[in-house]
């Protein structure tokens, strides 16, 4: 039991990880999309201040000033440059001052930008019809930068002058803004982790509760189907070794075409239950010696469908449906039910149809005797590409001679054989089955 349980442990406490480090990833993207968006905020609303700032002293100097104040916008522009270099927040790259008329009073740039000529004429160009504004300057040489077209009214609402420029945010004020959301997303994916790892131990205890309850339920849904299976088998017959050597031999062949090990779950389930439906089908018919007339034999092969509906009312057993309503469907389209045609039935069901055969043929049944392995081999070929797929009969005819040597007069080995495919199967690992 431990070993099973630790697996699921394993592999839910793995999930839980893993669930978590996509919530911290979740968290921390959210977070960081937040952020990025206040960030833009934060610096739309810097710029913005910066131009009022600016818009405010040209106002100033226009009203306080006894002089006419047009001759001393220069220094304005000038003091802005002398400080910029000073300021933390960011600095106008350029920037130019016109009077109602729209002529330049003064102007400053930053020759140290490269190609700022280009940056200012591109600039003018989108400012021409945008008489007041602040908007992302949208291009490939300046990071945070701001387009600012700004009227400059006297108290009466005249227009006394139109500021326009480029701002832009500094290096170190981007640096610490960045820092500042790496530091939040990391303190947020952080806290996720840390909360994961707080709630660890009842995690392990829910798990260890939760593996228990699981192994119980695989165990008592394997015992129902060897049961179930073994009852059908013994309604019919004196024994359900039957069951167990069909189950080993569609496992062996489908073990030698590398099935998938899912498939080879959904076979053994199968296998098992492949006749369950001759419940539903009547003793007189059922145990009747000798050939069943037709109408007998129309009632005899709802044992198909009976056995359909049995399983696919358990969710568990509902992968079993691609034997148990498939094995008696011939390769060239003349079975039953649906009449199903070459590689339309499901490859299960083709693998199980062949197993079925042989030890049929190999064993003795009341109305008849056993063959030999040769004798059956032979029918088998002679099915082939009618009743039998043609490469499964080839890949079974190799081991058939040495399965029936092993198993078909021992009982007592079958069922050692198929409790070693049970444990190899469904409970080496039971983790495996978790969905």
Not at 173 to 187: D, K, P
Not at 300 to 313: A, C, P, Q, R, Y
Not at 364 to 386: C, H, W
Not at 421 to 435: M, P, S, T, V, W
């Amino acid at each position: 039991m431990e070993p099973r349980a630790l697996s699921i442990q394993k592999k839910l406490i793995f999930r839980s990880l893993a669930l978590a480090v996509v919530l911290s990833l979740l968290v921390g993207c959210l977070v960081f999309v937040q952020q990025v968006s206040e960030l833009e905020d934060e610096i739309f609303e810097r710029t913005q201040l910066s131009a009022e700032l600016l818009k405010n002293r040209v106002r100033d100097q226009a009203v306080m000033t006894q002089t006419p104040w047009q001759i001393n916008v220069q220094n304005i522009l000038d003091d802005l440059k002398n400080t910029a270099p000073s300021s933390r927040l960011g600095q106008f790259i350029w920037v130019s001052i016109r009077d109602s008329e729209n002529q330049e009073l003064a102007s400053a740039a930053d020759e140290t930008i490269p190609d700022i000529d280009r940056l200012i004429s591109l600039a003018t160009q989108q400012l021409l019809q945008k008489p007041t504004t602040i908007e992302s300057f949208e291009n490939h040489a300046l990071k945070y930068s701001f387009l600012i077209s700004q009227t400059v009214n006297d108290a009466n609402g005249h227009t006394l002058a139109r500021i326009q420029g480029i701002y832009q945010i500094s290096q170190a004020m981007q640096n610490a803004l960045w820092q500042h959301i790496f530091v939040v997303v990391g303190f947020s994916v952080l806290i996720v982790i840390l909360t994961t790892g707080l709630n660890y131990p009842l995690f392990r205890s829910l798990f260890s509760d939760l593996s228990r309850l699981s192994i119980h339920l695989l165990d008592a849904n394997l015992e129902t189907v060897q049961g179930l299976g073994s009852a059908i088998a013994k309604r019919d017959s004196d024994t359900d070794a039957h069951n167990f050597r069909v189950t080993i031999y569609a496992v062996r062949l489908a073990e030698r075409i590398a099935l998938d090990p899912d498939k080879i779950r959904s076979l053994i389930k199968g296998a098992f239950l492949h006749d369950v439906g001759k419940i539903g089908v009547r003793d007189h018919i059922l145990l009747k010696q000798g050939r069943l007339d037709v109408d007998e034999f129309t009632i005899m092969k709802t044992h198909v469908l009976h056995g359909l509906d049995i399983v696919n009312k358990c969710p568990w057993l509902q992968d079993a449906a691609e034997v148990v309503g498939n094995h008696h469907e011939k390769f060239d389209g003349s079975g039953y039910y649906q009449g199903l045609k070459g590689e339309d039935i499901p490859i299960l069901a083709r693998i199980f149809a062949i197993v079925d055969v042989f030890d049929a043929l190999t064993s003795v049944r009341p109305y008849k005797t056993a063959m030999t392995v040769d004798e059956s081999i032979e029918i088998l070929q002679q099915g082939v590409n009618t009743h039998f797929d043609p490469r499964l009969t080839l890949e079974f005819v190799a081991i058939a001679p040495k399965l029936y040597q092993q198993f078909s007069k021992n009982d007592e080995a079958a069922h050692l054989e198929l409790d070693k495919i049970i444990q190899r199967y469904f409970k080496g690992d039971i983790g495996e089955h978790l969905a």
